[in-house]
């Protein structure tokens, strides 16, 4: 993550430049340590909001013949079989009870 954000401070600071404006600071240490703070409803919020907001602000252009075009992201997450984790998400419906991230195989 940490080159996600230093290509990003970088993009950031090539255009302040080009705008006659300082360069920000490229250690994003304190943004990391923040972020991690942020609680997941936060960040799904956040998310969410922008989504709409983009889609409200589209030109009329960018629909394809007439419609909105949704974008789907596959990506997936795993995580250790922890009691916390299943707590916090619990196993699908249709899984074999006991069956989790490395405990057995179906």
Not at 41 to 59: K, L, M, N, P, Y
Request: glycine share 8%; net charge positive.
């Amino acid at each position: 993550m940490g080159s996600l954000l230093r290509d990003a401070v970088a993009r950031v600071n090539a255009w302040r430049v080009e705008h006659s404006k300082p360069k920000a600071d490229g250690n994003t240490a304190a943004y990391c340590e923040a972020r991690q703070r942020l609680p997941e409803a936060v960040v799904a919020e956040i998310a969410r909001r922008s989504g709409q907001r983009c889609q409200a602000t589209a030109d009329s252009n960018w629909q394809w013949k007439g419609r909105n075009v949704k974008l789907a992201d596959g990506t997936t997450l795993t995580m250790p079989d922890t009691t916390e984790n299943q707590k916090a998400y619990p196993q699908q419906r249709g899984q074999k009870k006991g069956c989790g991230f490395r405990s057995c195989v179906v």
